[in-house]
């Protein structure tokens, strides 16, 4: 991935594209933006890769014609190339700062390297443990499942999952926000400042992965297990060194999401929409891995207002007009 230009979509542009296939652009400016991204994946200078977010997005679509569809334009402009899922990258991230803190930069692989994986496992690797039976039996029976899998593209596990995922969380998301927008108000008398808010935005997000720094503190500790007291530390020091703008660019899922949300509770008559949850997905899949994203006009202003500017510090460059959009893939 590293010598090829990525952009992300977020899933209305991946619909724009794909109704552009379909046969019925919604606009003109729609149809150049597919050939404009066809004829640069084709020649091997581009990739849009495909992300967890987005398929749980596909799998909302009640109609299964659209929905197949729209696997479709997603496997043929992805090239086979996805992010990890949303939970893994995160181990990942916390896995390489931890371990950039006690080794020298240059020991280690830039953690852009790691976050690549095959559309079959973009919802997690799953292998088959066969019970007693030989461990070279074993092996080989999952080498094989793997090779088999890594054949297979985003239009395969719409056909296989069918609505496994299901179209429930619509109603998660609604609740989620109608829960979000009551806890911010809740809680506004206690916000002193943005920076405040940010800071508990990110004790509180890296406190829901506990598990996750105690197993990365092991495994760079090379021990067995470790304390509660030690992962208490190890979130200090991290809350501290966001409080003291010495975390740059590491942690970058963290990062963007307590400073979306932080920003989402320091505008005070600002309510949370349900789609907000899968945009700061979006945002923290696409920022720090992708060269351009593409999205809605609100996510991309806060993404660059003053109070953020993760695309400065991501070096990843936004747009939500798809003219704009067209501009910057005519620099790659």
Not at 73 to 93: C, K
Not at 157 to 165: D, K, M
Not at 288 to 311: G, M, N, V
Request: hydrophobic letters at 40%; a neutral charge.
């Amino acid at each position: 991935m590293a010598p090829v230009k990525r952009v992300y979509l977020d899933t209305n542009y991946w619909l724009f594209l794909r109704d552009v296939r379909d046969g019925r652009p919604r606009s003109s400016t729609h149809r150049l933006l597919y050939e404009k991204l066809a004829t640069l994946v084709a020649s091997g200078r581009v990739v849009c890769p495909a992300s967890d977010t987005v398929i749980y997005e596909v799998f909302r679509q009640s109609d299964p014609n659209t929905r197949l569809a729209t696997a479709t334009i997603i496997d043929e402009l992805s090239g086979g190339i996805a992010l990890q899922g949303t939970f893994q990258r995160a181990r990942t991230e916390i896995l390489h700062f931890l371990r950039s803190q006690r080794e020298s930069q240059h020991s280690l692989y830039p953690l852009s390297d790691w976050v690549w994986t095959h559309p079959c496992w973009i919802l997690g690797e799953i292998y088959p443990v066969p019970e007693n039976r030989p461990i070279d039996l074993q092996n080989s029976l999952q080498i094989g499942f793997y090779a088999y899998l890594a054949k297979l593209g985003i239009v395969d596990l719409v056909n296989r999952l069918g609505e496994a995922p299901g179209i429930e969380m619509g109603t998660f998301f609604d609740q989620l926000a109608e829960r979000l927008t009551a806890g911010k108000l809740y809680h506004s008398g206690e916000i002193r400042s943005r920076k405040q808010m940010f800071l508990t935005e990110i004790a509180g997000a890296l406190d829901a992965h506990r598990e996750d720094i105690a197993g990365a503190l092991a495994h760079v500790r090379d021990v067995g297990a470790v304390s509660a007291d030690d992962v208490n530390a190890e979130i200090r020091l991290i809350v501290e060194m966001f409080r003291t703008d010495r975390i740059g660019p590491a942690l970058p899922f963290f990062n963007i999401q307590a400073g979306l949300h932080a920003v989402f509770r320091w505008n005070r008559d600002q309510k949370f929409k349900p789609n907000d949850w899968n945009d700061h997905l979006h945002a923290a899949a696409a920022l720090p891995y992708c060269d351009l994203l593409l999205t809605e006009r609100t996510l991309a202003r806060t993404i660059a207002s003053p109070a953020l500017r993760y695309d400065a510090l991501y070096n990843t460059r936004i747009c939500s007009d798809p003219k704009e959009a067209l501009q910057s893939l005519d620099q790659f």
